[in-house]
C-alpha cells in the first residue's frame, strides 16, 4: 500500500481499463463546468465579435456544433508557431514537414497551419471561462485553464508509454506547451 494515497475516485480521475481512459466527474466538478448551451452561447458570442483576417479582411466564424467536423470558408485557422488566426489561404507553404509548415505573414515565424474547432464536450473543461487557447497540433480550442491541465496529464499510450492528449480528439499534443494562446485580429484579443 502506498502511504497518502487513496481508492477514492475525486473529480478529474483518471481511470484505465485495458487502453480505454475514462475521466470520473462528480457533480460538483460538473456544476463548474459549462453545459453545452453555455459552449453554442460562447461560440456565438465570439462570432459576433467578428474576427477578422488579418491578412485578407474577411470575417472570420466558429462553425456551428453539428458542423463541428466540416471546414467552411469562413473557418478560422491558426499559425501554431505564434498563434496568429487567419481565415484560410493557400500561399505560404514551405517544402519542409510534408508541405505542413507555413510563414506568417503577420510575424514570418514558420510552422503548422490549422483549422480551429471548438472543443465541444462540456465534461472536459475545467471552467467556464472564454476559449482564449487552442490545442496543439489539432486546433480545438478551449480555456487556457483546460488547455493548460490537459498539457499536463500523461494518457496511456499503447502499453509501455504515456503522453499528453487532446481530450476532444485524443491526439497527441506537441509543440512547448502543448496549446498555444489565440491572437485574434479584432476585440477578441
Known amino acids: 500500500m ?8 475525486v473529480d478529474g480521475s483518471l481511470i484505465d481499463l485495458c487502453g480505454a481512459t475514462l475521466l470520473w466527474r462528480t457533480a460538483e466538478g460538473l456544476s463548474r463546468t459549462p453545459t453545452v ?9 465570439m462570432n459576433a465579435a467578428r474576427p477578422q483576417c488579418p491578412v485578407g479582411f474577411n470575417t472570420l466564424a466558429f462553425p456551428s456544433m453539428r458542423r463541428k467536423d466540416v471546414v467552411d470558408d469562413k473557418q478560422p485557422w491558426v499559425y501554431l508557431q505564434c498563434g496568429h488566426v487567419h481565415g484560410y489561404h493557400n500561399w505560404g507553404d514551405r517544402e519542409e514537414r510534408e508541405g ?3 510563414e506568417c ?9 490549422v483549422p480551429l474547432w471548438l472543443g465541444c464536450e462540456a ?3 475545467l471552467d467556464t471561462a472564454p476559449p482564449t487557447h487552442a490545442l496543439s497540433p489539432c486546433g480545438h480550442v478551449c480555456s487556457e485553464k483546460t488547455a493548460a491541465f490537459w498539457s499536463q496529464i500523461p494518457l496511456p499510450h499503447g502499453t509501455h508509454t504515456f503522453h499528453a492528449a487532446c481530450p476532444f480528439c485524443a491526439q497527441q499534443l506537441s509543440g512547448e506547451q502543448g496549446y498555444i494562446r ?7 484579443d
Open 182 to 188: 489565440l491572437i485574434f485580429q479584432g476585440p477578441l
Open 2 to 9: 502506498v502511504e497518502n494515497e487513496t481508492q477514492e475516485l
Open 123 to 125: 465534461g472536459f473543461y
Open 37 to 45: 448551451k453555455h459552449l453554442e452561447a460562447l461560440r456565438q458570442e
Open 105 to 113: 505573414p503577420m510575424c514570418r515565424a514558420r510552422g503548422p497551419y
Open 100 to 102: 505542413r509548415e507555413r
